[in-house]
C-alpha cells in the first residue's frame, strides 16, 4: 500500500471510530474531516455521516442497565443510530380494536420504546424503527404501510427527545422458496416494487404530521439487485426496464430523507467480489440520476451458514471491521448520497473482539 493511501485509511479508521466525546445531543450528525497535504494540497477526508446497527432485541427485551451499557458501546465504537425492532408493537396494533388487551398494550411497549428512544439521545445515538419479513408483500403488503404510519402516530404523541427517527423495513421476499424461480421471478419483483411504491406513499404523508417532518425511511436490499453475473435481470416496472436496484432508488430519489442500504456482504473490501465492488453500481446510478436519496453500505456481523463464511465478520475482531469501513470510506466518499455504514447484529458485534 502506497503510503499516501495508507494515511487516508488511517484518518478514515480513526473517524469511524469516533470516541463518544465526540457525540452531539440526540444524535444530530455531525461531519469530522481529516486534512493531509499532498503535492502542496490540502484534501478532505469525509468519514461517513453515520453508522447505523440493527438491534433486533426489543425495547423490553433488556433490562436498563443492559440497554445503557450496549448503548454506551456503540456510541464509543462510532455508531450513530440504532435500528430498533419493534414488531411487537405491530402486532398490539394489529390486535382488533375491540381487544381489551390492545390498548393496554399499545401504551407498555409504546412506553418501553420511548424509554429506549430517550435513553440513545443521552448518548448521541438516533433510533429508528425496524420492521420487515418476507411475507410483508403480496397479500400482507399492507404491513410496510401500516408500520409506516403506526411510527407516525407514535411521533405525534411523544415528546420531542422520545420520537423515532425513522422507518427502516427488511422484507426480503426473495428468501422464500421458489421466489426467485426463474418462471415467476420478474412478477415477483414487480410485486415487491408495487409494495415498496405503497409504502414510500404512506412515507410521504406521514412527512406532513407533527412530530414527522424530519422523518427518515430506509429500506434493505441485497447487491444483487443490480442485475450483475447470475442475478435476475432487469425487469419492466413503471414503464421502464432496468435493474430492480434502479427502480427502488427511483422511488426514493426526490427524498432527502430516504435511503437504501445496500446488503454488500463481504468481509473484504478488495477485488470484484469484495463490498466495494458490489455496491459501487447503486452509487453510480444514484450519482446519474443526481438522487437525493441515500446509500448505505451495509455489512454483515451475524452467523452465516456453512460455505457463506466470506459474507460475514462473525467470530472476527473489530478492528478488522473498521478497516474495511475505512476503505469503504474513501471509495464511496465522494458521492453526496453516501451516509456511511450499518451492522447487521448488534449482538455478534458486541460479543466480538476489539
Same mark, same amino acid.
Do not use: C
Given at each position: 500500500m502506497r503510503r499516501a493511501t495508507a494515511v487516508l485509511v488511517l484518518a478514515a479508521m480513526l473517524a469511524v471510530a469516533a470516541p463518544a466525546a465526540r457525540a452531539t445531543a440526540h444524535g444530530r450528525h455531525r461531519h469530522h474531516h481529516g486534512h493531509r497535504a499532498l503535492g502542496g494540497e490540502f484534501h478532505r477526508l469525509r468519514a461517513p455521516a453515520a453508522m447505523a446497527v440493527y438491534e433486533w432485541h426489543t425495547a423490553g427485551d433488556l433490562s436498563d442497565a443492559a440497554v445503557r451499557q450496549r448503548l454506551g458501546s456503540l456510541r464509543a465504537d462510532g455508531f450513530r443510530t440504532v435500528y430498533l425492532e419493534i414488531g411487537n408493537y405491530l402486532d398490539a396494533a394489529e390486535l382488533p380494536a375491540e381487544d381489551p388487551d390492545r390498548a393496554e398494550r399499545l401504551a407498555a411497549i409504546g412506553g418501553q420504546i420511548k424509554r429506549f428512544v430517550a435513553t440513545a439521545g443521552e448518548f448521541g445515538l438516533s433510533v429508528q424503527a425496524l420492521g420487515g419479513g418476507p411475507t410483508w408483500t403480496g397479500t400482507r403488503d399492507y404491513l410496510g404501510r401500516e408500520l409506516v404510519a403506526l411510527v407516525g402516530d407514535f411521533n405525534a404523541g411523544a415528546a420531542r427527545h422520545q420520537r423515532l427517527k425513522g422507518v427502516q423495513l427488511d422484507l426480503e421476499p426473495y428468501t422464500l422458496e421458489g421466489w426467485l424461480d426463474d418462471d415467476v421471478v420478474e412478477d415477483n419483483l414487480r410485486e415487491y416494487l408495487r409494495t415498496l411504491e405503497g409504502i414510500v406513499g404512506t412515507y410521504r404523508d406521514q412527512l406532513g404530521r407533527h412530530g414527522n417532518h424530519d422523518l427518515r425511511l430506509g429500506f434493505a436490499i441485497?447487491?444483487?439487485?443490480?442485475?450483475?453475473?447470475?442475478?435476475?435481470?432487469?425487469?419492466?416496472?413503471?414503464?421502464? +426496464?432496468?435493474?430492480?436496484?434502479?427502480?427502488?432508488?427511483?422511488?426514493?430519489?426526490?427524498?432527502?430523507?430516504?435511503?437504501?442500504?445496500?446488503?454488500?456482504?463481504?468481509?473484504? +473490501?478488495? +477485488?470484484?467480489?469484495?463490498?466495494?465492488?458490489?455496491?459501487?453500481?447503486?452509487?453510480?446510478?444514484?450519482?446519474?440520476?443526481?438522487?437525493?436519496?441515500?446509500?448505505?453500505?451495509?455489512?454483515?456481523?451475524?452467523?452465516?451458514?456453512?460455505g457463506e463464511e466470506r459474507t460475514t465478520f462473525y467470530g472476527k475482531p473489530r478492528w478488522m471491521f473498521r478497516r474495511a469501513a475505512a476503505e469503504i470510506t474513501l471509495a464511496f466518499r465522494r458521492y453526496p448520497q453516501f451516509r456511511g455504514l450499518s451492522v447487521d447484529n448488534a449482538d455478534a458485534y458486541l460479543a466480538a473482539a476489539p
Open positions: 441485497p447487491f444483487w439487485f443490480d442485475a450483475r453475473g447470475d442475478a435476475p435481470g432487469p425487469v419492466d416496472y413503471d414503464g421502464a +426496464t432496468k435493474p430492480a436496484a434502479y427502480h427502488v432508488i427511483d422511488l426514493v430519489a426526490d427524498l432527502p430523507g430516504a435511503y437504501l442500504v445496500v446488503m454488500s456482504y463481504r468481509n473484504f +473490501t478488495r +477485488t470484484a467480489n469484495g463490498s466495494i465492488a458490489h455496491a459501487r453500481d447503486e452509487f453510480r446510478y444514484a450519482a446519474a440520476v443526481g438522487a437525493r436519496s441515500g446509500l448505505v453500505v451495509g455489512q454483515r456481523y451475524g452467523q452465516a451458514e456453512a
